[in-house]
């Protein structure tokens, strides 16, 4: 399965757009991208998913260019609420995800 | 609609003794999952059910841990002798096929004294 990398952590301030950038190298043909959020004593909750160009749903925007070496998960206007854990991971038919460390980011006042 | 329901929310037991988590998915998700999380650290799959048949435990330590889905429902994950470093977050998710996004409870957070 490909291989995620993204930044141990982040901070932003309340108001700011944040975009965290991972990168997958070795995606395969078939592969998705897709993005889970995890607040302090709960499961993972599932943001967005795409394959290329750009997704948006009501939480975030998902911007994968055309070789899908990457992706940026953009969350406009963050708030203290948006404080968390995000996972950005491939996801390969039916192989389960494999979640890495994620990137922490903190959002300040 | 509720969510994935976990229980105990919070277990604490001493090294050896036995502990066991319940898990009840999303009504109609034929998919679900074990995964254990260490403090600071990603969820690690344990094993994975289609319906009642466990299709990839291979992350399973079946020496002390085990785990079944009677029914294709409910599912319960039990560890015998527990120790030490067993000491994590356990979470169960459910799916509506292994292909769908995953829907995660709150989880049960073990303590081995």
Redesign the interface.
């Known amino acids: 399965l490909a291989k995620t990398t993204q930044p141990i952590s982040m901070d932003s301030y309340e108001g700011q757009e944040v975009n965290i950038t991972c990168s997958h190298n070795n995606i395969a043909t078939n592969d998705y991208i897709t993005w889970y959020q995890q607040f302090p004593s709960q499961g993972p909750r599932f943001i967005i998913q795409g394959y290329k160009t750009k997704v948006t749903n009501e939480v975030a925007s998902l911007f994968i260019p055309a070789d899908r070496k990457s992706s940026t998960l953009s969350l406009p206007r963050v708030s203290l609420s948006d404080t968390a854990v995000y996972y950005c991971l491939v996801k390969r038919g039916n192989t389960p995800l494999v979640f890495g460390k994620g990137t922490r980011l903190s959002v300040i006042a | 609609e509720a969510g ?1 329901v976990q229980s105990p929310r919070y277990k604490i037991i001493e090294k050896k003794q036995p502990v066991a988590f319940w898990c009840n998915p999303i009504s109609g998700h034929n998919t679900l ?1 074990w ?1 254990l999380q260490n403090l ?6 344990l094993i ?1 059910y289609e319906n009642e048949e466990a299709v ?1 435990d291979s992350q399973l330590p079946k020496d002390r841990f085990s785990a079944e889905r009677l029914k294709g429902v409910d599912s319960t994950l039990k560890i015998q002798p527990a120790e030490l470093g067993d000491s994590a977050v356990y ?1 169960c ?1 459910s799916s509506l ?3 769908s ?7 049960t957070q073990l303590s081995v004294l």
């Open positions: 994935v999952y995964y600071g650290q990603g969820p690690e799959l994975r990839d979470l998710a096929d292994p292909v996004k995953l829907f995660f409870g709150s989880g």
